[in-house]
């Protein structure tokens, strides 16, 4: 992989990961329209190493709120942030499920199949009008809205269809506080970033040898920077309610991936 391409997947990883857009669906046209020809074991440590850089970003932004929430679970006391992080446990089931028993049929769906993410994009798009239309309120996550919230992340890991707005909207939807999706929707993702990175590590099937890691340094660095800017963006873009501008750009990239998709 080329240097330059590096970079260009990382800052679109870094982005695409917090703003509603779908990042799975944006690498693979960015990967099509670059040309991508990795081999598939450096092309999964590529991915593996940009998602780690996300969750690092992720854990950097809301360092202080992790923080919290770990002293608090210490205190072995059913506070508040003991059940928030049982919250986070529970919306993490159904995505561990899929990947679990469903992984192998999940993969096949990537690899440049860019008529199924222009079409996600498109229901990504509905999702985010609708979002954008409900109401604010001061509700904050249940333990219910936990789990449909974690139904709808694992949706998302369809290509296309955006982790972050299919959970935001999902949440606003169900009538919780605007922030307080968007911090849920961020903070749920990092233990199954983490957990999929041990797995794939534990279970052999990445490996570092033969990889450019000049290459793999600066995706890295490219998706760590442009994911702390997007995830500190979207927190204040979904509290003012302005997901439709995001729901108009993946109307137009998913009609552009089907037209791209018919044509070559």
Not at 144 to 163: D, F, H, T, V, Y
Request: glycine share 8%.
């Amino acid at each position: 992989m080329e240097i330059i391409d590096a970079i260009i997947l990382g800052i679109i990883q870094g982005l695409t990961e917090f703003l509603p857009v779908s990042s799975s669906g944006h690498l693979e046209l960015g990967k099509a329209i670059l040309g991508d020809n990795s081999i598939p074991e450096e092309s999964l440590v590529f991915t593996v190493v940009l998602h780690f850089a996300t969750a690092l970003s992720t854990i950097v932004v809301f360092r202080k709120d992790i923080l919290n929430l770990i002293i608090g679970a210490l205190k072995f006391k059913w506070n508040d942030d003991l059940q928030f992080i049982s919250k986070i446990a529970i919306s993490m089931i159904p995505a561990v499920i899929i990947g679990l028993f469903f992984e192998e049929q999940l993969e096949l769906l990537f690899g440049g199949n860019i008529l199924l993410v222009g079409a996600m994009l498109i229901i990504t798009a509905i999702l985010l009008f609708l979002a954008d239309k409900a109401k604010d309120t001061n509700k904050p996550v249940s333990f219910k809205n936990a789990l449909i919230i974690g139904i709808s992340q694992a949706i998302a890991m369809l290509p296309g269809i955006s982790r972050s707005g299919a959970t935001i909207s999902t949440s606003v939807l169900l009538g919780n506080d605007k922030t307080k999706a968007a911090r849920f929707s961020f903070l749920m993702v990092v233990p199954l970033i983490l957990g999929k990175i041990a797995k794939d590590v534990l279970s052999g099937d990445i490996s570092m040898d033969n990889q450019n890691f000049t290459a793999l340094s600066v995706g890295f660095v490219a998706a760590f920077v442009s994911g702390l800017f997007a995830c500190t963006w979207m927190i204040a873009l979904v509290k003012k309610s302005k997901l439709s501008y995001f729901a108009i750009y993946c109307i137009i990239i998913g009609l552009f991936a089907i037209i791209y998709s018919l044509l070559y």
